[in-house]
């Protein structure tokens, strides 16, 4: 977009966080922001909608997009989270891909890339977790990844150890054109706050569950109210399942699992939301969600902002 205005030199524009499901993007974003505005764990898919992250400084208006790890799909979640993802390359002014420094640059980067191929935004490679791998590895990693797609900037950082980080803002920041601030200074996410709510708890369930158990589980925030008397949310969720198995390893013995998993998401939310949280969890089936794409829209998976 080009305007007739002079910004006094203020740059803004949206910059889409893309690669293979573990890539690091949720990391990357939340430790731009410094803080968890974005769930992440070490399951493939963690993150099921696309949504927007704003950094607001007095020379820049950094507009982040997160978007589902883009991979070969299985099932309708699948397909509806690459799409979700692919959309995000649409009208934004730099594309960031990721790859993992500590991981083969293989066909699931090339895949990414080839999505990439055919779109002429700028295009910035952005080697990751680079605490995991020595200099020379690092070194072997840039020239393979770099073989992937033509590339604007090619930059290598670590979201954890927050090293480079800065320099990857500088570097995206650089490349967006000057325009007005799009979002208020105060405005951190476009997720809403139920969206918040239902994430964080799938985060937690996702970290104390394997295998199949975090890709089938779906949560929604049924319920949310403030009573400001006693600065307390009531928050009323529901963890959807595709089994009865499912249902009763959620719950764990004499609830003990949902319990757990309940403490540690009302924990975050009382950070997040700044009251006390009183959370209402339970669990049902629903089979076969994942292969519903009505309901996997439901859930709010898929599309996003
Ligand atoms: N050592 C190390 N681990 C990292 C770093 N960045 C991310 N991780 C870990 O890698 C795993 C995946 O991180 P996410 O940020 O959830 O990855 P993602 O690309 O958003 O994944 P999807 O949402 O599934 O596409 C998590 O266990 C992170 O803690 C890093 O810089 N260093
Ligand atoms: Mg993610």
């Known amino acids: 977009m080009t305007f007739e205005h002079d910004f006094g030199g203020f740059k803004s524009g949206f910059v889409t966080l893309v690669g293979r499901p573990n890539a690091g993007k949720s990391t990357l974003l939340n430790a731009i922001m410094g803080k968890k505005i974005a769930i992440t764990s070490n399951t493939a898919q963690t993150t099921r909608h696309r949504f927007r992250a704003v950094q607001t400084t007095a020379d820049h208006q950094l507009i982040l997009v997160d978007t589902p790890g883009i991979h070969k799909p299985h099932d309708a ?28 640059v293989g066909t699931g980067d090339e895949w990414v890339a080839n999505q990439l191929a055919r779109i002429r935004t700028t295009k910035v490679l952005v080697l ?32 954890t150890a927050n090293d480079n980080v800065q320099g990857f803002v500088d570097t995206v920041v650089n490349l967006l054109p ?12 476009d997720q809403p706050l139920e969206v918040i709510v239902a994430e964080f708890i799938r985060e937690k369930i996702l970290r104390s569950f394997r295998d199949e158990i975090p890709h089938a589980i779906g949560v929604q925030t049924e319920e949310m109210r403030y009573q400001r008397k006693k600065d307390l949310y009531n928050i009323r969720a529901i963890v959807y399942v595709e089994h009865e198995s499912q249902k009763g390893m959620i719950i764990g013995k004499q609830g003990s699992a949902i319990k757990r998993i309940g403490t540690e998401a ?13 959370l209402d969890l339970r669990v049902k089936v629903k089979k076969n969600w ?5 309901q996997i829209r439901r859930f709010g998976y898929g599309e996003g902002a």
């Open 128 to 159: 990751s977790k680079t605490d995991l791998v020595s200099d020379d590895e690092l070194i072997a990693q840039r020239d393979a990844a770099s073989k992937l797609a033509k590339w604007d900037e090619v930059i290598a950082c670590s979201a």
């Open 266 to 278: 009302r924990e975050d939310l009382e950070r997040i939301l700044g009251a006390r949280v009183f």
């Open 77 to 104: 979640l699948g397909e509806e989270l690459n799409t979700s993802a692919l959309k995000a390359l649409e009208d934004v002014d730099v594309i960031a891909m990721l790859v993992d420094s500590s991981q083969p």
């Open 290 to 294: 994942r292969r519903d794409a009505t």
């Open 178 to 189: 000057e325009g007005p601030q799009w979002f208020p200074a105060d405005m951190e996410t």
